[in-house]
């Protein structure tokens, strides 16, 4: 009977401690709402920075959410090493999967206005005049990368004026709106 009363109370302390631990795996709004704010410093990124506040939201809500299920224990998710590099890592993907999912997301990465300083699009594009250059590049970049890392790696490693993403916005500009460019290459 005694061996029977200690099974069945280590049995509930067991049972007592896994259920206090899978409560513990929830993060509770303070900390969700820790980890939105340490998400607003990536705000400024350019890709980030032309997203209307309800696209942010949903944005932020996606990395969060794979934060949390891939960390399901806040304290240890904030006490490791290299936190801020992880979070990185996770707004980086998400980003590089919304560009997959849609390319004409490049918007984000060449917004409107950046392109019209860089003299590549003409000012007063409408929305449906700018929705067919972002289709347009989105088809050109498909047809240039083989995969969406090559995409990225240009992005990242392409510094020269002439890069070949900059050729395939003027190649869009040209086609779509018989705007063109003279590039002069100036030989120090």
């Known amino acids: 009977m005694k061996r029977f009363l200690l099974s069945v ?3 509930a302390l067991f ?36 997203l209307t506040e309800a696209e942010y939201m949903l944005f932020s809500d996606n990395v969060a959410t ?14 490791m090493p ?12 998400t980003i590089v999967e919304e560009l997959n999912a849609d390319a004409r997301n490049m ?8 392109l019209v300083n860089e003299n590549i699009l003409p000012s007063g594009l409408d929305r449906p005049q700018q929705n ?10 498909n047809n240039t990368y083989a995969t969406l890392d090559d995409f990225v790696n240009a992005i990242v490693t392409d510094t020269t004026a002439t890069s070949t ?24």
Request: include cysteine.
């Open 165 to 188: 993403l900059q050729q395939l916005q003027l190649q869009c500009a040209s086609e779509l709106f018989n705007w063109e460019i003279d590039i002069i290459e100036i030989v120090n």
């Open 132 to 141: 067919a250059f972002y289709r347009c590049l989105a088809q050109k970049v």
């Open 66 to 79: 794979a934060i949390e299920e891939n960390f399901p224990v806040y304290t240890t998710f904030v006490q």
């Open 15 to 50: 049972f007592g401690g896994f259920a206090g631990c899978s409560q513990q795996k929830k993060w509770n709004r303070e900390e969700r709402q820790s980890l939105r704010e340490m998400l607003r410093n990536y705000r400024k990124m350019v890709y980030l920075n032309d």
């Open 82 to 93: 290299g936190m801020s590099d992880t979070v990185q890592v996770y707004v980086m993907t």
């Open 107 to 114: 918007r984000h990465i060449y917004p409107y206005n950046y």
């Open 9 to 11: 109370s280590l049995m």
